[in-house]
């Protein structure tokens, strides 16, 4: 399904009707009650929004939240007390609004943390970084590198419905009418492959997923890179997404967090998802650093 982007689609518009996943089975929709951190505490569960995203977030076939973010939050939620975790699956686009209408306690895939989302929502601190790229037929034949040289071709870009590589695609001029949304990374990948649009842009981890999971496309993934952000690369780091009222409990899970980082536990938990020591925050990089970005327009 693709829908035209707008502007006024940019972020944080709620999903329909949602299915709830448990972490080992099917749970009923409801909502979380309580202070996160006390239930943890008490040896309770942490509902978590997902969005089918691979490698982020997403279930296995047993029902299981599974991915780098759920597998990293699952660490940090036993070292607090917690039982485990039960996944709420949403749109891509409902998430910030599921988490603020009390549908889950936290996002737990991967979402880039942006100025825009910050004023929305609390960030944890950078759990990792990852390079752009964009998915093109086999032998790249617009010779496609960045978001400028599509622009500059003209070639019909798809992005994620929400995704932070709008904000990217229209900090690079790329007009509305050039861009289709999609409302799921697969759709996103099968937009490139049937020609609905010529390229894609997203994490190059999740665009390389996608092409081992199906090998049999005549497409490839060019080489990553930072979108320039007011002319500067803008360096895309994600992390775990709470309530902004919920401090108490981000803070708690920022130290369980920075353990597993330096510890060598984290690369332990992500490397099955694609990452390596690249994909860590570089010393010094702040979610602070990151809200105070300029926002793209």
Known sequence: ??????????????GAGAAVL?????????????D????????????????????FGYTDSSGRATGESPEVARAVVEGLGGRGLVAVQVAFDGLVNGLRDGRFDMIAVGLSITPRRCQQVGFSRPDFVAATG?????????GLQTLAGVRRSGAALGVLDGGVEQEYALAAGIPDAQMTTFDGQSALYRGVADGTVEVA????????DEVRRNAATD???????????DGKPALSAGGFAFRSEDTGFR???????????????WLELTAPFGFTADNLPPPGLTTESLCARSPTS
Not at 251 to 265: C, E, H, I, M, V
């Open 22 to 34: 448990g972490g080992a089975a099917v749970t009923g929709c409801g909502r979380s009650e309580g």
């Open 219 to 229: 497409v490839e993934v060019t080489r990553g890179f930072y979108p320039l952000v």
């Open 36 to 55: 996160p951190l006390q239930r943890l505490r008490s040896g309770g569960d942490l509902r978590i929004g997902l969005a089918g995203e691979r490698p």
């Open 251 to 265: 803070a708690a899970f920022d130290q369980g967090l920075s353990a597993l980082q330096s510890s060598g536990r």
């Open 134 to 142: 964009l998915l093109v037929r086999s032998g790249n034949p617009r």
């Open 1 to 14: 399904m693709t829908v035209e982007l707008t502007r006024r689609r940019l972020l944080g518009l709620a």
């Open 201 to 208: 842009a997203l994490t190059r981890i999740s665009l390389l």
